[in-house]
């Protein structure tokens, strides 16, 4: 995980290339951003922009730790049981915006 010394305003879950990208406009104008996904691939290839607002976490754990409070965080999975998954792994007292696609 990359540290940086100040504290995302913002996370977002799942960085597959759709949540990647918006984590990275995000980033371009000017927030500081958390990401974290359970896949270490798309974990690194968000580690290889080395951005200089993107804070890439490997822990569930960490990720929380990154982000100021009260946190705010975007879930960008595919819809189904992976969101009940997700939101089980994260702390109480965070700001749910969901962006998933349903067919």
Do not use: C
């Not at 540290?3 to 913002?10: D, N, P």
């Not at 702390?91 to 998933?100: S, V």
């Amino acid at each position: 995980m990359y540290r940086q010394m100040t504290k995302s305003q913002v996370g977002l879950i799942g960085l597959g290339t759709m949540g990647r990208n918006l984590l990275l406009n995000i980033a371009d104008h000017g927030f500081t951003i958390s990401g974290y996904d359970k896949d270490t691939a798309q974990q690194e290839k968000l580690n290889q922009i080395g951005h200089k607002n993107v804070i890439v976490s490997d822990t569930v754990e960490s990720f929380m730790q990154s982000l100021e409070t009260p946190r705010k965080i975007i879930v960008l999975v595919p819809a189904g049981k992976i969101v009940d998954f997700v939101i089980n792994d994260l702390k109480r007292g965070a700001f749910y915006g969901y962006g998933g696609k349903r067919w």
